[in-house]
């Protein structure tokens, strides 16, 4: 890869968890403060880089593993072993082999989602979170998300398209990898829909250069996803209903853990699926008590498009102006403007 000395510090380790064998990076001293960073799709440990150097720059041990069906890690066959309860199990895994009794937990896109339900379902394991653009969503008992999904925007609709076991892989394969991954990194629309008749994959633009992602980085995530395929990763949008059961249980519970959520103002579903007014209206407040939320202009994929800057989430605060390099930028983010250290 191009600056190979950036990463030469990044460490890689196998790690037995939950029935599958876990590939995870870390950068960092061993024995300082850890930050379990979660990715999305179509993502792998790679999409961290930048906050794993400032991190470990600034004093903490930053992990990110590629999730079950993600790159290096394992990706079982049976679409059903996917759920929310087999991801939060590879994660407590994880840091019980590491024998790490509470992190910091940062997550993006599907790492956001699963991070929710880590401090949901085993909060006594996070001492702080943030999160990237996804917030939590309430579960409604009486209709499932598909057909929710369907009834709002149509056949579609990603999510909708993502259903079906061998058809978003089938129109994927239509394309290079790397053409399907630029695809993805590129998206700039609200509502991420197909007009009818047409496959999500064929309706987005392919650019023809990504600014944040160098040949090597979209080369490395293009290997990866060209030896695993896109199986795996599709299998969690595949679960999502199964996931409304199997949380049914936690049915108006809140999350008690201190919790930073960074809103995206030009992320996908922004207006269209009603994120920024569910948390600018209090919503997201109701049932994360213990939250402060910063605002930053950017797209989906903020902590690789806009490292450096978009990470200057809060320009009122004096501290975070004054800072002099890229990697203060990251760690105040996602640490210090929190405050999470003193939790």
Not at 44 to 72: E, T, V
Not at 294 to 312: P, R, T
């Amino acid at each position: 890869m191009e600056n190979q000395e950036r990463f030469a510090e990044i460490r890689h380790r196998q790690v037995a968890t939950n029935g599958i064998t876990m590939h995870v990076a870390e950068q960092g001293d061993l024995s300082a403060p850890p930050v379990l960073l979660l990715h999305g799709f179509p993502e792998l440990w790679l999409s961290w880089r930048h906050q794993m150097a400032a991190l470990a720059a600034n004093g903490y041990r930053a992990i990110a593993p590629d999730l079950r069906g993600y790159g290096d890690t394992d990706m079982p066959t049976d679409p059903a072993a996917y759920t929310v309860f087999h991801i939060i199990g590879d994660l407590v895994g994880l840091l019980d082999h590491l024998e790490l009794p509470r992190v910091f937990v940062v997550g993006h896109d599907w790492g956001a989602y699963m991070a929710w339900r880590l401090c949901q379902l085993r909060p006594e394991r996070v001492r702080a979170l943030v999160n990237i653009g996804i917030p939590y969503l309430r579960r409604t008992p009486s209709v499932k998300p598909t057909d929710r999904f369907f009834k709002a925007f149509g056949e579609g609709f990603y999510m909708c398209q993502f259903q079906e076991p061998g058809r978003a892989e089938a129109s994927f394969a239509r394309y290079e990898v790397s053409t399907v991954l630029k695809k993805f990194f590129s998206i700039k629309m609200d509502n991420l829909s197909a007009p009818p008749g047409m496959e999500i994959i064929d309706y987005l633009e392919e650019p023809p250069s990504l600014e944040w992602i160098s040949k090597d980085e979209l080369q490395y995530f293009a290997e990866k996803f060209q030896k695993n395929g896109f199986t795996g990763p599709l299998n969690y949008y595949r679960n999502i209903d199964m996931n409304w059961e199997l949380m049914a249980p936690w049915q108006g519970a809140k999350i008690e853990v201190p919790t930073k959520f960074i809103l995206v103002e030009r992320d996908v579903g922004y207006n269209a699926y009603a994120t920024g007014m569910k948390v600018k209206g209090g919503d997201l407040k109701e049932v994360v008590p213990n939250l402060d939320v910063v605002s930053i202009d950017g797209y989906h994929f903020i902590q690789q498009e806009k490292a450096e800057e978009a990470l200057l989430h809060n320009k009122r605060s004096k501290s975070i102006q004054n800072t002099k390099s890229p990697s203060h930028y990251s760690t105040r983010i996602y640490l210090q403007s929190l405050r999470i250290g003193n939790v």
